[in-house]
């Protein structure tokens, strides 16, 4: 190893990226200071530019600059559906169809009390009270009287998503939400050889 | 995609890490974002000290923030052997084994054309000038009087590596250096009905 405190200190700071392992990080931190300086100056500026001014927008959670981000803003958007999508990047793919005009709300997570984290890490309080607003006196608005009237799930379709699906639909559910869940089928273009029995299943049961 | 420049802007300079695409990018930036922020300013500022600190060494041309590394200024070290190696990264494969006791040059890369990457992007000529010292008048000093007594080829055994060694062993040899490579053969633990052909062919010829 290089004989140097600031390079040790790199690569163990790079290890705090996601799937990157001690390795990748010695490899990166060569690369930076060997080949790329002023790429290594742009990230450090990159980081603490975002971390100074990227927040969550206030209604659907988001990461934003705004306090309310641009597609909560977005007078064409239908204000009655809300679909729950695990992170942005899962927003992303929803919009990258064309087939969904209404709002997100993002959890910015999942359940997983493997790893510790319960309703309070990710958004679910600030979920329900954007489904289930509540007058000055703290009752809950009568269903007619909210903005929202279908909470759309679009968790993964993991054991953590559908947890985390099952958590809110409940909630919801009991207190007159309707809730839709994103279908279950054979993914288009696939041949049902090999496409595995539980969405064979899934398909069949819900076909139409 | 959550609507933020700077998030943008922090998933793209992401991209300059080796080995990170697009979707890796904004997943590291939305992990760093969401759940370490401290680890994100922590990054920045490991970045921007190694960029501003760290150097090559004088001697072996190693990333150090010293004029010389520790590795070079080690009197317990035998300075008449030379290792070559590619990156500090297979210094420190070989400074594991604690079989070589002489001091190393290392390149910082690899010869490759395709690359535009030619003798003058690596340190070659800095590597013969430390082999190859010259007198006041610019003559070489004869053979005898040079430090350096042997060059160890530790290049890597790739088709870049074999010949960047090629290409020292050419210059040096010509001017009366040993050189050395490091010997070709089965590795430790394997069954020679998995080794590839050309390294049982290696070994067989480099018997002993």
Do not use: W
Not at 110 to 134: A, T, W
Not at 147 to 173: C, D, P, R, S
Not at 179 to 185: C, E, K, N
């Amino acid at each position: 190893m290089a004989d140097s405190n600031a390079l040790e200190g790199l690569t163990q700071a790079l290890r705090k990226l996601p799937g990157v392992g001690v390795k990748s990080a010695a490899r990166m931190a060569f690369h930076l200071l060997q080949h790329d300086k002023p790429g290594a100056l742009q990230i450090a500026r990159a980081l603490e530019h975002a971390v100074n001014s990227v927040g969550h927008c206030t209604l659907c959670n988001t990461l934003t600059e705004q306090a309310i981000c641009v597609t909560c803003l977005n007078l064409q958007r239908d204000r009655s559906k809300l679909c729950v999508v695990e992170t942005p990047a899962d927003q992303a793919a929803l919009e990258r169809t064309l087939a969904y005009r209404g709002l997100y709300f993002v959890l910015m997570g999942k359940l997983s009390p493997l790893d510790g984290v319960g309703p309070n890490e990710i958004g679910l309080q600030k979920l329900f009270d954007r489904v289930l607003p509540k007058d000055e006196r703290g009752a809950l608005l009568p269903t007619t009287a909210r903005e929202v009237q279908e909470v759309i799930l679009a968790t993964n379709f993991t054991a953590e998503g559908e947890a985390t699906a099952h958590v809110i639909a409940q909630a919801l559910k009991s207190r007159g939400v309707q809730v839709t869940r994103l279908a279950r089928g054979v993914p288009v273009g696939s041949e049902l050889e090999y496409v595995d029995l539980g969405t064979i299943a899934h398909a069949l049961v819900d076909r139409r």
